[in-house]
């Protein structure tokens, strides 16, 4: 079963036709969906959406949990799966418990303070974006029990060690032709040190949890990256020349 995120819903793909015609049954209603995911240590899938946290058990029957924010962004859940975390627009971390099942009612969640005192102290986000940010991308790797990786859009990495108490920033700094390296769109972990960022102005990859960078897509026009991932030792990254506003007039896609 194929799931996919859309503008206005949850679909399943039911087959691709001749032309590139695409069959669908829409499954749930949402506003945009930011991103699907399916973790190894808790059954079912999870769709972030800016009209909340979706889930299904088995991806035919959808749910709205209830969150203290209406918009998610990003969703993970720890190596164990005792823990589900969400990524809010404005920027803020909740987590749940789910040794009992999935937490479905507000009272099932709790801010992470010590992201919330990190927030406190930045100043995130751009006047495009009404001067909000938000967690676009909420990483964790199975070696690396108490390790949360955030990636803030606009507002740069941070890296916890300690499951969300203390925080680092890990800036991709050393790019002076870079103007917007803060402006994360996604994460993709390699290895529990090794990521891949995708940003409004480039690439980036670091094999030391984010300490230094190193750039990718030099000599490429594409430098807005959406999205990056891993399949046999190699990165495949979406790249455009521009931001989403820019798509239908500048179709110079890779």
Same mark, same amino acid.
């Given at each position: 079963?194929?799931?996919?995120?859309?503008?206005?819903?949850?679909?399943?793909?039911?087959?691709?036709?001749?032309?590139?015609?695409?069959?669908?049954?829409?499954?749930?209603?949402?506003?945009?969906?930011?991103?699907?995911?399916?973790?190894?240590?808790?059954?079912?899938?999870?769709?972030?959406?800016?009209?909340?946290?979706?889930?299904?058990?088995?991806?035919?029957?959808?749910?709205?949990?209830?969150?203290?924010?209406?918009?998610?962004?990003?969703?993970?859940?720890?190596?164990?799966?005792? =823990?589900?975390?969400?990524? !809010?627009?404005?920027?803020? /971390?909740? @987590? $749940?418990?789910?040794?009992? &099942?999935?937490?479905?009612?507000?009272?099932?969640?709790?801010?992470?303070?010590?992201?919330?005192?990190?927030?406190?102290?930045?100043?995130?986000?751009?006047?495009?974006?009404?001067?909000?940010?938000?967690?676009?991308? =909420?990483?964790?790797?199975? !070696?690396?029990?108490?390790? /949360?990786? @955030? $990636?803030?859009?606009?507002? &740069?990495?941070?890296?916890?060690?300690?499951?969300?108490?203390?925080?680092?920033?890990?800036?991709?700094?050393?790019?002076?032709?870079?103007?917007?390296?803060?402006?994360?769109?996604?994460?993709?972990?390699?290895?529990?040190?090794?990521?891949?960022?995708?940003?409004?102005?480039? /690439?980036?990859?670091?094999?030391?949890?984010?300490?230094?960078?190193?750039?990718?897509?030099?000599?490429?026009?594409?430098?807005?990256?959406?999205?990056?991932?891993?399949?046999?030792?190699?990165?495949?990254?979406?790249?455009?020349?521009?931001?989403?506003?820019?798509?239908?007039?500048?179709?110079?896609?890779?």
């Amino acid at each position: 079963m194929l799931i996919a995120g859309s503008t206005d819903g949850i679909y399943q793909i039911n087959g691709i036709n001749e032309g590139n015609t695409i069959e669908t049954t829409k499954l749930y209603d949402t506003g945009e969906v930011f991103r699907i995911c399916q973790f190894e240590a808790i059954e079912g899938l999870f769709a972030a959406a800016d009209s909340g946290l979706c889930y299904s058990e088995t991806g035919a029957e959808w749910t709205t949990l209830s969150l203290p924010e209406n918009q998610v962004y990003a969703v993970t859940a720890s190596p164990s799966g005792d =823990l589900l975390y969400a990524g !809010t627009r404005p920027a803020g /971390l909740l @987590v $749940g418990e789910c040794e009992d &099942g999935v937490p479905t009612e507000e009272g099932d969640w709790e801010v992470v303070s010590g992201f919330q005192q990190l927030r406190a102290q930045n100043d995130w986000g751009i006047p495009r974006h009404d001067g909000l940010a938000q967690i676009r991308s =909420l990483r964790t790797y199975p !070696t690396a029990t108490d390790r /949360l990786i @955030v $990636g803030i859009e606009v507002g &740069g990495i941070y890296v916890s060690d300690d499951s969300g108490r203390t925080w680092t920033e890990r800036s991709i700094d050393g790019f002076d032709d870079v103007p917007h390296t803060d402006d994360i769109h996604h994460i993709e972990l390699i290895n529990k040190d090794t990521m891949v960022a995708s940003t409004g102005s480039g /690439l980036f990859r670091s094999a030391d949890s984010g300490r230094t960078w190193e750039r990718l897509d030099t000599d490429h026009r594409q430098r807005y990256f959406r999205e990056a991932f891993v399949h046999n030792g190699t990165i495949y990254a979406g790249g455009a020349p521009g931001s989403s506003s820019t798509w239908e007039d500048d179709t110079d896609h890779a």
